[in-house]
């Protein structure tokens, strides 16, 4: 599995890892009870504070969308928390893109509110 981080993006590291798996994990390809590489394996492959992966990795247990296991690492659970997960992904996009617009937090609340009607 390829990690990638962007240093200078305002997103802190952490959730940049969490959103990189929940992409993997939304796209399919990564399948619920394939196992994860280790926090250390992670944080030395992107030069980063184990903590940080654990972090990234914490935020997706807490989502639901693996498991982590002491002494045995993380597990992709999937069940239904996965097409949660694909929701969110496209959620982030859309604000991604959104500020990327100018938009602002209310203005992004407005357009969701337009659209459901």
């Given at each position: 599995m390829l990690f990638r981080v962007d240093p200078s993006s305002p997103v802190p590291l952490g959730e940049q890892i969490a959103g990189g798996l929940?992409?993997?994990?939304?796209?399919?390809s990564v399948r619920p009870g394939e196992r994860l590489p280790s926090a250390r394996e992670v944080a030395a492959s992107l030069g980063v504070n184990m903590h940080t992966v654990l972090r990234g990795y914490q935020q997706l247990r807490d989502e639901g969308l693996i498991e982590l296991r002491r002494g045995r690492g993380a597990v992709v659970t999937g069940g239904p928390a996965s097409g949660r997960a694909r929701l969110t992904a496209r959620a982030r996009e859309l604000v991604a893109e959104s500020r990327a617009l100018g938009l602002s937090d209310d203005d992004i609340v407005d357009l969701v509110r337009t659209v459901l009607g």
């Open positions: 929940r992409g993997a994990i939304a796209d399919g």
